[in-house]
Nanobody, 129 residues
Framework: AVQLTESGGDSVLAGGSLRLSCIVS?????????MAWFRQAPGKERERVAY??????????ASVKGRFRISRDYAENGDNTLTLQMNSLKPEDTAMYFC???????????????????WGQGTQVTVSS
């Protein structure tokens, strides 16, 4: 079964940086999958923060543009790792962050809907002022 495992969440001061990682199990067609980072704060709806489609096109929600960067990385040990580099963090970035992936083997590009099927368990990011 496809598994997504997030890590990297922590408590930081405003202005700091964090790097979130999502290890994607090898049975997933990682190089072409549509994938994203979502976040959910207490009492708020889940929000898609950053998205990468099958051809590598990237979208960010407006509040994180210029501060966050999503990338599809390949670790030396063979782990496929979806990364979210977060800089200039603000208290409003505080949330549980989730990694998500679309259907295995699906080709999603040019604005087509990804249809996220796989989710990680989340990693907590807390930013204090």
């Amino acid at each position: 079964a496809v598994q997504l495992t997030e890590s990297g969440g922590d408590s930081v001061l405003a202005g700091g940086s964090l790097r979130l990682s999502c290890i994607v199990s090898p049975e997933y067609e990682y190089s072409s999958g549509c994938m994203a980072w979502f976040r959910q704060a207490p009492g708020k709806e889940r929000e898609r923060v950053a998205y990468i489609d099958s051809v590598g096109s990237i979208e960010y929600t407006a509040s994180v543009k210029g501060r966050f960067r999503i990338s599809r990385d390949y670790a030396e040990n063979g782990d496929n790792t979806l990364t979210l580099q977060m800089n200039s963090l603000k208290p409003e970035d505080t949330a549980m962050y989730f990694c998500a992936a679309g259907p295995n083997g699906a080709w999603v590009s040019h604005g087509a809907v990804c249809g996220f099927k796989y989710w990680g368990q989340g990693t907590q990011v807390t930013v204090s002022s």
